[in-house]
Protein backbone atom coordinates (compact mmCIF):
# COMPACT_ATOMS: atom_id res chain seq x y z
CA UNK A 1 0.00 0.00 0.00
CA UNK A 2 1.74 3.23 -1.40
CA UNK A 3 0.73 6.12 0.26
CA UNK A 4 0.96 9.70 -1.73
CA UNK A 5 -0.34 13.28 -1.46
CA UNK A 6 -1.57 16.15 -4.34
CA UNK A 7 -1.64 19.21 -4.66
CA UNK A 8 -4.96 20.56 -5.88
CA UNK A 9 -5.86 23.79 -7.54
CA UNK A 10 -9.51 25.54 -7.09
CA UNK A 11 -11.22 25.01 -9.76
CA UNK A 12 -11.65 28.20 -12.35
CA UNK A 13 -9.94 29.86 -14.68
CA UNK A 14 -6.56 28.48 -14.78
CA UNK A 15 -4.02 30.37 -16.36
CA UNK A 16 -1.44 27.20 -16.14
CA UNK A 17 0.87 24.72 -18.25
CA UNK A 18 0.40 21.00 -17.33
CA UNK A 19 -1.34 18.43 -15.72
CA UNK A 20 -3.21 19.15 -12.14
CA UNK A 21 -4.88 16.30 -10.18
CA UNK A 22 -7.68 16.34 -7.84
CA UNK A 23 -9.53 13.47 -5.71
CA UNK A 24 -13.17 13.18 -5.66
CA UNK A 25 -15.26 10.31 -4.01
CA UNK A 26 -17.45 8.06 -5.87
CA UNK A 27 -20.68 8.80 -5.34
CA UNK A 28 -22.84 5.73 -4.51
CA UNK A 29 -20.11 4.00 -2.28
CA UNK A 30 -20.32 4.09 1.73
CA UNK A 31 -16.92 5.58 3.47
CA UNK A 32 -15.16 2.75 5.06
CA UNK A 33 -12.59 2.76 7.75
CA UNK A 34 -9.04 1.60 6.94
CA UNK A 35 -5.89 1.91 9.11
CA UNK A 36 -3.11 4.63 8.00
CA UNK A 37 0.34 4.37 7.95
CA UNK A 38 0.62 6.02 11.40
CA UNK A 39 -1.72 3.08 12.82
CA UNK A 40 -4.78 4.93 13.11
CA UNK A 41 -8.29 4.03 11.66
CA UNK A 42 -9.68 6.94 9.61
CA UNK A 43 -12.71 7.23 6.92
CA UNK A 44 -11.78 6.63 3.41
CA UNK A 45 -14.26 6.32 -0.02
CA UNK A 46 -13.39 4.96 -3.41
CA UNK A 47 -12.26 7.75 -5.34
CA UNK A 48 -11.29 8.96 -9.04
CA UNK A 49 -7.93 10.82 -9.41
CA UNK A 50 -9.75 13.16 -12.31
CA UNK A 51 -6.75 14.55 -14.23
CA UNK A 52 -7.21 18.04 -16.30
CA UNK A 53 -4.26 19.13 -18.23
CA UNK A 54 -4.06 22.90 -19.12
CA UNK A 55 -2.62 25.02 -21.95
CA UNK A 56 -3.64 28.08 -20.94
CA UNK A 57 -7.24 26.88 -20.57
CA UNK A 58 -8.34 23.87 -19.20
CA UNK A 59 -8.61 21.33 -22.67
CA UNK A 60 -8.63 17.61 -21.81
CA UNK A 61 -10.66 16.61 -18.36
CA UNK A 62 -10.07 12.84 -17.42
CA UNK A 63 -10.18 9.88 -14.37
CA UNK A 64 -6.39 8.81 -14.57
CA UNK A 65 -6.97 6.18 -12.28
CA UNK A 66 -9.16 5.10 -9.16
CA UNK A 67 -7.62 4.42 -5.46
CA UNK A 68 -8.37 4.79 -2.03
CA UNK A 69 -8.59 8.21 -0.30
CA UNK A 70 -9.03 9.27 3.15
CA UNK A 71 -11.79 11.64 3.57
CA UNK A 72 -11.33 15.53 4.25
CA UNK A 73 -14.21 16.03 6.92
CA UNK A 74 -13.99 19.63 6.74
CA UNK A 75 -15.18 19.11 2.53
CA UNK A 76 -16.91 15.39 2.96
CA UNK A 77 -15.09 14.57 -0.18
CA UNK A 78 -11.29 13.27 -0.98
CA UNK A 79 -8.90 14.71 1.12
CA UNK A 80 -4.99 14.98 -0.24
CA UNK A 81 -3.87 11.40 0.95
CA UNK A 82 -4.89 8.38 -1.33
CA UNK A 83 -3.57 4.68 -1.16
CA UNK A 84 -2.89 2.95 -4.46
CA UNK A 85 -5.60 0.27 -4.88
CA UNK A 86 -4.12 -3.05 -5.84
CA UNK A 87 -6.03 -6.12 -7.83
CA UNK A 88 -5.62 -7.74 -3.77
CA UNK A 89 -6.54 -5.24 -1.98
CA UNK A 90 -9.27 -4.20 -4.25
CA UNK A 91 -10.50 -8.51 -3.81
CA UNK A 92 -10.19 -7.51 -0.21
CA UNK A 93 -12.21 -4.69 0.13
CA UNK A 94 -14.80 -6.14 -1.93
CA UNK A 95 -14.77 -9.60 -0.22
CA UNK A 96 -15.50 -7.55 3.23
CA UNK A 97 -18.20 -5.52 2.15
CA UNK A 98 -16.97 -2.50 1.56
CA UNK A 99 -16.59 -2.10 -1.97
CA UNK A 100 -19.27 -3.41 -4.47
CA UNK A 101 -18.45 -6.19 -6.84
CA UNK A 102 -19.08 -4.08 -9.78
CA UNK A 103 -17.57 -0.94 -9.19
CA UNK A 104 -18.67 2.58 -10.45
CA UNK A 105 -17.74 4.56 -12.52
CA UNK A 106 -16.84 8.64 -11.80
CA UNK A 107 -19.32 10.87 -13.71
CA UNK A 108 -17.16 14.30 -14.24
CA UNK A 109 -20.00 17.00 -14.58
CA UNK A 110 -20.63 20.20 -16.92
CA UNK A 111 -19.65 22.33 -14.08
CA UNK A 112 -15.67 20.97 -14.54
CA UNK A 113 -16.04 22.49 -17.93
CA UNK A 114 -17.54 25.62 -17.78
CA UNK A 115 -14.04 27.40 -17.01
CA UNK A 116 -12.70 26.60 -20.21
CA UNK A 117 -15.95 26.81 -21.96
CA UNK A 118 -16.18 30.28 -20.62
CA UNK A 119 -12.35 31.30 -21.45
CA UNK A 120 -13.39 30.27 -24.82
CA UNK A 121 -16.48 32.28 -25.50
CA UNK A 122 -14.85 35.42 -23.88
CA UNK A 123 -11.88 35.24 -26.55
CA UNK A 124 -14.25 34.33 -29.07
CA UNK A 125 -15.95 37.63 -28.62
CA UNK A 126 -12.59 39.53 -28.31
CA UNK A 127 -12.45 38.31 -31.58
CA UNK A 128 -15.53 39.34 -33.39
CA UNK A 129 -15.04 42.72 -31.30
CA UNK A 130 -11.96 42.90 -33.01
CA UNK A 131 -13.27 42.31 -36.43
CA UNK A 132 -16.02 44.71 -35.91
CA UNK A 133 -13.63 47.57 -35.12
CA UNK A 134 -11.54 46.99 -37.90
CA UNK A 135 -14.32 46.45 -40.43
CA UNK A 136 -15.62 49.91 -39.05
CA UNK A 137 -12.54 51.63 -39.22
CA UNK A 138 -11.71 50.38 -42.66
CA UNK A 139 -15.05 52.05 -43.78
CA UNK A 140 -14.64 55.11 -42.50
CA UNK A 141 -10.94 55.14 -44.06
CA UNK A 142 -12.61 54.63 -47.59
CA UNK A 143 -15.35 56.97 -46.87
CA UNK A 144 -13.00 59.57 -45.95
CA UNK A 145 -10.86 58.59 -48.82
CA UNK A 146 -13.65 58.67 -51.08
CA UNK A 147 -14.70 62.09 -49.83
CA UNK A 148 -11.87 63.70 -50.27
CA UNK A 149 -11.10 62.95 -54.08
Known sequence: MQMSSIWSPVMGFVWTMGTNEDLHCVKG?????IVNDKDSEVSSCYAAMVSTENFIVPY????????????????NDAGE??????????????????LPS?????????GSY????????????????????????????????ESGE
Open 29 to 33: ISYFP
Open 60 to 75: KLHVSKYVIAEVDSNK
Open 81 to 98: IYYELSPEWKRELQSEGW
Open 102 to 110: SLPAYQIGI
Open 114 to 145: LPAIGLILLFAAYVVYVVVQASGSSKAASEEQ
